[in-house]
């Protein structure tokens, strides 16, 4: 029998990849707002706004052997451009949404289980402009640590935290070649990220082969992090 993993967004970019790597292998739900992208894939489509709705946990199997938060936001202004306001909707979007759910969902979850949440390569490497969506992804990153120790060892707990990824939400910094060329060379690795690499990342964390690996942010993300070539 197929183990049974949820996500929360998958119809498009990074969310969408994901769903097509673990297709064959695992039963996919997708909770989301549209199921834009996910004709042909056999994922089970749930209609979902994190924002507004409760998922309805009677619809998914009584076990889940696997949970990922995939929605997000890059709202990247100067401290001074920036509304409380902002701070409060970024807050919300990647962090309370993503409690919220974690809490409905939790009773579900299987021993050996794998919870997978996203953060960024900000957190961890301090760059301007950054300060509403490093807080909120900072309070996931934190947030996740903890889990990972209350749970252990039924449930392993894990954050991938990428670098700049070509997926639609980042559209407005990759408009053109010179913006994709310009971001590509800020890497060590000399691009920038694409779906694939996220999604290589998070269904190995989601499978038995990661089953030693709790707690951990690990960054997918050309290098930034870690290394400085300049």
């Not at 056999?42 to 309805?56: E, K, S």
């Not at 392993?156 to 997926?167: D, K």
Request: net charge neutral; hydrophobic share 45%.
């Amino acid at each position: 029998m197929k183990k049974n993993i949820l996500l929360i967004g998958g119809s498009y970019g990074i969310g969408l990849q994901i769903v097509k790597q673990l297709a064959d292998e695992y039963t996919v739900y997708v909770a989301s707002r549209t199921s834009d992208g996910l004709n042909g894939t056999g994922a089970i489509h749930i209609p979902f706004d994190a924002n507004t709705d409760v998922l309805d946990t009677t619809i998914l199997p009584k076990e889940l052997h696997g949970f990922a938060y995939c929605p997000g936001s890059i709202n990247l202004k100067p401290f001074k451009m920036l509304s409380l306001e902002t701070f409060e909707t970024d807050m919300q979007l990647n962090f309370f949404n993503m409690v919220k759910v974690v809490k409905d969902i939790l009773p579900l979850m299987v021993s050996g289980g794998a919870i997978i949440l996203f953060s960024t390569v900000a957190v961890g490497s301090g760059m301007p402009y950054h300060t509403s969506v490093s807080a909120a992804k900072g309070a996931i990153e934190g947030f996740a640590k903890s889990m990972a120790a209350e749970y252990a060892p039924n449930i392993r707990v894990n954050v991938i935290a990428p670098s700049l990824v070509n997926t639609p939400l980042a559209k407005r910094l990759l408009s053109n070649e010179k913006k994709i060329e310009m971001m590509s060379q800020r890497h060590p690795l000399k691009r920038i990220g694409e779906v694939s690499d996220i999604a290589n990342t998070a269904v190995f964390l989601l499978s038995e082969k990661s089953s030693w690996i709790t707690g951990q942010v690990i960054g997918v993300d050309g290098g930034m992090s870690t290394l400085n070539l300049s």
